[in-house]
Nanobody, 127 residues
């Protein structure tokens, strides 16, 4: 059974930090890019960051560049999202998702083409 399990969400004040984790199982980790997405109430789901487990290639949405860092621990089949300098606008449900490794570049941040999704974890940033 394919599973992507997010953890690490919570409530934090503006300027604070959180670290999200995404544990993957049930599929070959090296065959997929793993990305983080978010969806705020009334807004469309958007790509935040994505990493290739094979070559480590990373893409970020412009809105999080310089504040968020994605990383992967291939031995644990886990991807992390370190979020610093959080802003109220970052409040959303954060999801991790997997798209095949042959999908390249910013296309990996397109929600509609992801194969697998986690259940999401809530991040709330208070002002």
């Amino acid at each position: 059974e394919v599973q992507l399990v997010e953890s690490g969400g919570g409530l934090v004040q503006a300027g604070g930090s959180l670290r999200l984790s995404c544990a993957a199982s049930g599929f070959t980790f090296d065959d997929y890019n793993i990305g983080w997405f978010r969806q705020a109430p009334g807004k469309e789901r958007e790509g935040v960051a994505c990493i290739s487990s094979v070559d480590g290639h990373i893409d970020y949405a412009d809105s999080v560049k310089g504040r968020f860092t994605i990383s992967a621990d291939n031995a644990k089949n886990t991807v992390y999202l370190q979020m610093n300098s959080l802003e109220p606008e970052d409040s959303a449900v954060y999801y991790c998702a997997a798209v095949p490794i042959y999908i390249a570049g910013a296309l990996r941040l397109v929600p509609d083409i992801q194969d697998y999704w986690g259940q999401g974890t809530q991040v709330t940033v208070s002002s």
